[in-house]
């Protein structure tokens, strides 16, 4: 298991930039697969961004690709999620997930069963 507490959520105008950051605890955090989800008010938990253990290969939400980059620092047990360009549709809470069995690659289009470990969310505001 990882514990995960994620930063850096705020309210921000459309067209402006915030960086995540998810602070992991536990020694294995670099064999695990992470990923970053959101929650929109009324809406499901969907995914945003995930990178790989081994060799930091990145997938990403069609809604976000070009805008939104994930990457990861192992030696600070960190996972960062770079968001340029917001929308308002980017309103939501923001959480950073581990995937929940080590050494797994992160799939193309991942489910939220498939992440165990989660942090309890940050809150981004776009406003138009």
């Known amino acids: 298991q990882v514990q995960l507490v994620e930063s850096g959520g705020g309210l921000v105008q459309a067209g402006g930039s915030l960086r995540l950051s998810c602070a992991a605890s536990?020694?294995?955090?670099?064999?695990?697969?992470m990923g970053w989800f959101r929650q929109a008010p009324g809406k499901e938990r969907e995914f945003v961004a995930g990178?790989?253990?081994?060799?930091?290969?990145?997938v990403y939400a069609d809604s976000v690709k070009g805008r939104f980059t994930i990457s990861r620092d192992n030696a600070k047990v960190t996972v960062y999620l770079q968001m340029n360009s917001l929308k308002p549709d980017d309103t939501a809470v923001y959480y950073c997930?581990?995937?929940?069995?080590?050494?797994?690659?992160?799939?193309?289009?991942?489910?939220?069963?498939?992440?165990?470990?989660w942090g309890q969310g940050t809150q981004v505001t776009v406003s138009s």
């Open positions: 536990g020694r294995t955090f670099s064999s695990y697969g």
């Open positions: 990178i790989n253990w081994h060799d930091g290969s990145t």
């Open positions: 997930a581990a995937h929940s069995v080590r050494w797994t690659i992160v799939p193309t289009h991942p489910k939220i069963a498939d992440f165990g470990s």
